[in-house]
């Protein structure tokens, strides 16, 4: 038993290890840009870039729509197929994760391809249907994630019977979608929320080929032109990911922690 235990802790101090050392490698590097002493250099070079500001502003901005939306196309959607259409679940499933199948540049391609600026729907024409179109790009990037993680907390709850009692009440379909099935699977929207901001934060394919703004390009291209600012943005970017990570644990735990509401 000892044996088996120790065999385990080692396992997981090698894969620890794995994730941390490049970590910290990266961190040291990043403060090495003041020769013979660390510093934050870097990090103050990279705040203080105005490119920095309004790439990190305009990912924000696309991350808070793209969640908003795919928040409004996802829970009604669950909502609907698991009270009246429980036969279509598997190809609605299959349709979430194809996403995780298809190649990012083959979606944006795609995307091109239908909405560029000579066919019927010319969003790539504008700045703000560009805009409308990344964001709609990062929507089915997102997809898989929000999906399931709503569809996990759907499960938790009772779906027919909370529509029921509201219907019994004279609650139309607006109200028993916001006030009653929102607030119960509150914990896989926030969940799936927090992955599609860190998912949007470094996305680079689309944004590149749509030539957006976004924080992944910048990424890429301080990456190609300067040494020690590269470090302290994998590092800003590591973090960002990992806060989003402790906040999907935190509010599980505090959904395991409170009732469901009726």
């Given at each position: ?13 090698i894969?620890?290890?794995?994730f ?32 920095f ?7 924000i ?12 196309l ?5 909502y ?19 996403p ?12 091109l ?8 729907l010319?969003l ?70 927090f ?45 960002i ?22």
């Open positions: 038993m000892k044996a088996q235990r120790l065999g385990a802790w080692i396992a997981i101090a894969g620890a290890s794995y941390i050392v490049p970590l910290l490698g990266t961190l040291e590097f990043s403060l090495r840009m003041r020769r013979g002493e660390y510093s934050f250099d870097a990090y103050r070079s990279v705040f203080s870039d105005i490119q500001r309004e790439t990190f502003g305009y990912s901005v696309m991350a808070l729509l793209t969640i908003v939306f795919g928040m409004l996802v829970v009604p959607t669950a609907w197929v698991r009270l009246r259409l429980p036969q279509v679940r598997p190809v609605v499933e299959f349709i979430t994760l194809l995780l199948v298809i190649p990012a540049i083959v979606i944006v391609f795609g995307y391809r239908l909405y560029n600026s000579s066919s019927l010319p790539t024409g504008s700045t703000s249907g560009t805009n409308a179109l990344l964001m709609f790009s990062y929507m089915t990037l997102s997809l898989p994630y929000m999906y399931r993680a709503v569809d996990t907390a759907m499960r938790a709850i009772d779906v027919r019977t909370l529509t029921e009692a509201a219907e019994s009440l004279g609650a139309k379909w607006p109200t028993i979608l916001f006030r009653c099935i929102f607030p119960n699977v509150m914990s896989g929207v926030l969940s799936g929320s992955i599609t901001f860190a998912i949007v934060m470094g996305e680079f394919t689309m944004a590149a080929l749509l030539n957006r703004p976004a924080f992944g390009p910048y990424l890429q291209l301080v990456g190609a032109n300067k040494a020690y600012e590269p470090s302290a943005l994998a590092v800003i970017a590591f973090a990911t990992w806060l989003s990570m402790g906040l999907i644990q935190l509010v599980s735990r505090i959904q395991k922690s409170a009732p469901a509401k009726a």
